[in-house]
Nanobody, 117 residues
Framework: QVQLVESGGGLVQAGGSLRLSCAAS????????MAWYRQTPGKQRTLVAA???????NYADSVKGRFTISRDNAQNTVSLQMNGLKPEDTAVYYC???????????WGQGTQVTVSS
């Protein structure tokens, strides 16, 4: 079992920055991937960025060059540094962990990010 607790959402003006953090507890394996997704009302949850334990990362095209995902394996945390925020980045952001051995995924409770124009 894995628990994910997010923090760091809030309200920011366009062009501003926010940093989201997620702390994982429980059974974290060496091949587990951690990621951030986001969701707006009436739409599907979509991948923002993901990172492996070894540090390989990938990003949605819409956030490349603006967002940076990082991971601290010793602390079992993943962070998302968001710069140059745009109103279209407004969403609930969810932390995700994919447990490779069990092929299960876990979600945090979500944190609201609102970018005003």
């Amino acid at each position: 079992q894995v628990q994910l607790v997010e923090s760091g959402g809030g309200l920011v003006q366009a062009g501003g920055s926010l940093r989201l953090s997620c702390a994982a507890s429980g059974s974290i394996g060496g091949r587990d991937t951690m990621a951030w997704y986001r969701q707006t009302p009436g739409k599907q949850r979509t991948l923002v960025a993901a990172i492996t334990r070894g540090g390989y990362s990938n990003y949605a095209d819409s956030v490349k060059g603006r967002f940076t995902i990082s991971r601290d394996n010793a602390q079992n945390t993943v962070s998302l540094q968001m710069n140059g925020l745009k109103p279209e980045d407004t969403a609930v952001y969810y932390c995700n962990l994919y447990q490779f051995a069990a092929q299960k995924e876990y979600w945090g409770q979500g944190t609201q990010v609102t970018v005003s124009s």
